[in-house]
């Protein structure tokens, strides 16, 4: 690009690559707008955390901002963006009229994280002891919400191949609408294992999450109730490790260290974590978009044990580098299988080098992406024409939610 283009993103957090898998998404993001020239503003109503990135190492300039402030107005004014980054589709609802309003040519690009619908109606269905049907999704507010935020930008970012099908499918939404967009890693080759511990040098398996997110604590449940218990039966000097930030006191009180499971904690480098154990289990029973934690455990060469929703759209039509199973009672005696057997934990270790260097390649995708955002940024009013239903909601969310928010502010006055 001739001209240095601005670009504000608008987090929902401050990012901490070492919390969570958004966390680690939102610096790759980072990392391909730097590196094709973008001036980066990261904003953000969110406290600062002990765990945030220094985004000023990254050359990324930091700024606070308040929720249902004018003073936002401002800003954005000062800076006019060229492209405005919502982190998640709830900053579009907080902040998007007012880039509509203050820089009305600034690309509006939503970074779904993974689709929040699929997620709570999959969570719903779990609570009531049903299978989740995708007609589930039709009856979820959350649904509205989150469609009708993906129609008034110009371009959303999709984590998972399975969740662009819905979008398309299921939902009617444009292609040109979306952009799909996966983890991105560096290429592994085989001899790349040889840079890490051995079968011999890896004890303990381990399940590392933040407990902030509601399918990791339900899985960390479920492993100390159904699951490791089979674990013990059959492999008694098993031990099981659980990292994870933020853990609630309902967490810690898990910790049984006379049966092997130990309640860690946030682990201080996860990537070491993960390196130094021999397999991850992940059996997760709901979520949506695409596993950091299992794509980690590929890029450490430990092998996983997971379910079929953890490896969703994680591994085309490539074998997992371990066991999918979701019988409770499978799914540990495959664990077992994967702890002790070391010629397949060594096959399972080289089927996740493939995933990664199919799937998960950052140049397959990230000049792609440059190029989608050039090509709105050359003909904005085109696209924007094409995409009646958007402008139709990004008209009535402009009344409404500038009228709400107005009014809250008003109200915070007084």
Request: net charge neutral.
């Amino acid at each position: 690009m001739n001209q240095i283009k601005k670009l504000l993103i608008i987090g929902f957090v401050w990012p901490e690559p070492n919390s969570s898998a958004a966390g680690g998404r939102m610096m790759q993001l980072i990392s391909i707008f730097k590196e094709n020239g973008f001036e980066i503003t990261f904003a953000s109503a969110a406290q600062d955390s002990d765990f945030m990135v220094d985004l000023s190492k990254f050359g990324v300039a930091k700024k606070s901002i308040e929720l249902n402030s004018s003073s936002f107005d401002d800003f954005i004014t000062e800076i006019n963006p060229d492209v405005v980054l919502f982190d998640r589709f709830m900053i579009e609802e907080q902040f998007g009229w007012r880039v509509t309003e203050k820089c009305p040519k600034a690309i509006r690009i939503l970074d779904t994280e993974d689709l929040h619908c699929l997620r709570t109606a999959r969570q719903k269905a779990f609570k009531e002891k049903r299978n989740f049907e995708l007609v589930d999704l039709f009856s979820e507010e959350v649904a509205k919400r989150e469609i009708a935020s993906i129609l008034r930008c110009d371009l959303s970012l999709i984590i998972s191949r399975f969740e662009m099908d819905i979008l398309k499918e299921s939902f009617k939404i444009n292609p040109d609408l979306l952009f799909y967009l996966p983890f991105l890693v560096n290429r592994m080759e085989e001899n790349d294992l040889l840079k890490l511990p051995s079968f011999e040098e890896r004890k303990s398996f381990v399940f590392i999450g933040n407990f902030l997110h509601e399918p990791n604590w339900n899985t960390v449940q479920y492993l100390k109730e159904a699951i490791w218990p089979s674990i013990q039966k059959d492999f008694p000097e098993a031990v099981l490790e659980v990292y994870g930030a933020y853990p609630s006191q309902k967490v810690l009180q898990l910790h049984q260290p006379k049966n092997g499971f130990f309640i860690m904690g946030r682990a201080a480098d996860a990537n070491e974590v993960v390196k130094k154990a021999r397999v991850v289990l992940a059996p997760i029973r709901f979520g949506a978009g695409l596993k950091g934690k299992l794509l980690e455990a590929m890029q450490c060469g430990t092998p996983s044990v997971t379910t079929s929703i953890g490896s969703e759209a994680m591994h085309s039509d490539l074998d997992w580098n371990g066991f999918v199973e979701n019988d409770p009672e499978e799914f540990a005696k495959k664990a077992i299988l994967l702890y002790k057997d070391e010629n397949l934990w060594k096959a399972s270790q080289k089927n996740g080098i493939k995933i990664i260097n199919k799937c998960y390649q950052k140049s397959d995708y990230s000049g792609s992406l440059i190029s989608s955002v050039q090509s709105l940024l050359t003909d904005s009013a085109n696209h924007r024409l094409h995409n009646f239903m958007g402008n139709l909601l990004q008209h009535h969310n402009y009344k409404s939610t500038m009228y709400m928010s107005k009014w809250i502010e008003a109200k915070n006055k007084n």
